[in-house]
């Protein structure tokens, strides 16, 4: 009997990608105190955020798709960016990462190797550390960014208001 599991692929975000992205940050921005964004994106709202990160440099995105047994089809389950992290030039060499995955895809190991990929692109560029803000609680965040050699620096207490409520966010970071 053949396998139903699927097999995950980490590559280069695409043009292609813009509207299973939206979507899957757009589920972040309803649901969840994980973003402090509060309104839904459209892709074509997203397209400039798409294009700061290109194949190559420091600001890069990393997506995770399933390919279907039958090798048809590929869905994304998730991607993992390095942005810049401050806009000031001595900034230059910090960037802030993050993971978002499809509701659905959580627990299955694909945050794991989004970073692995994120990271080894990243392995040849001039950049000295790697910010990760968390907000609180999110356990899975927090598991996830320590196993990549992320050490807590500080929480914002309070820094962000969603859903009626203040939320705190606790800051990582790594040498790169």
Not at 28 to 48: G, K, L, M, S, W
């Amino acid at each position: 009997m053949p396998s139903e599991r699927t097999e995950v692929q980490v590559r280069p975000g695409a043009e292609s990608d813009l509207g299973a992205l939206t979507d899957i940050y757009n589920h972040y921005v309803r649901e969840t105190p994980i973003t402090f964004d509060t309104a839904v994106f459209t892709p074509e709202e997203r397209r400039p955020w798409l294009l700061s990160h290109p194949e190559d440099g420091p600001y890069r995105l990393m997506v995770a798709t399933d390919t279907e047994p039958t090798g048809t089809s590929q869905r994304v389950l998730g991607y993992a960016t390095s942005s810049p992290f401050r806009a000031k030039p001595a900034y230059a060499t910090s960037v802030e990462v993050t993971v978002y995955l499809a509701p659905d895809a959580g627990g299955r190991g694909i945050g794991t190797l989004l970073y692995k990929a994120l990271f080894e692109a990243l392995a040849g560029e001039d950049l000295h550390r790697a910010y990760a803000g968390i907000a609180q609680p999110n356990e899975a965040s927090t598991r996830l960014h320590e196993r990549f050699g992320f050490r807590y620096v500080g929480t914002y207490r309070e820094v962000g208001r969603k859903f009626g409520r203040y939320w705190d966010v606790a800051w990582y970071e790594k040498d790169l």
